[in-house]
């Protein structure tokens, strides 16, 4: 006895996307692991991260 079944299937562009983000998550997860080892690079990220709100907020202010 068959049973029927649904098959769904993503557009290209959707997968491309989930592909996307499997691998960003996997090198999140590398770096995490990396700045708990390393924490100069943790010190850089952090430095990075706060460069980048102000460069962001300097934009936003430009629009303005």
Request: proline content about 3%; glycine content about 4%.
């Amino acid at each position: 006895m068959q049973t029927a079944g649904a098959y769904v299937d993503l557009s290209p562009s959707a997968k491309a996307a989930v592909d996307w983000a499997t691998k960003k998550m996997a090198e999140e997860e590398k770096l995490d692991k990396l700045c708990k080892e390393f924490p100069g690079l943790q010190k850089a990220r952090d430095n990075f991260e706060m460069f980048k709100r102000l460069v962001e907020n300097e934009i936003d202010s430009a629009r303005v």
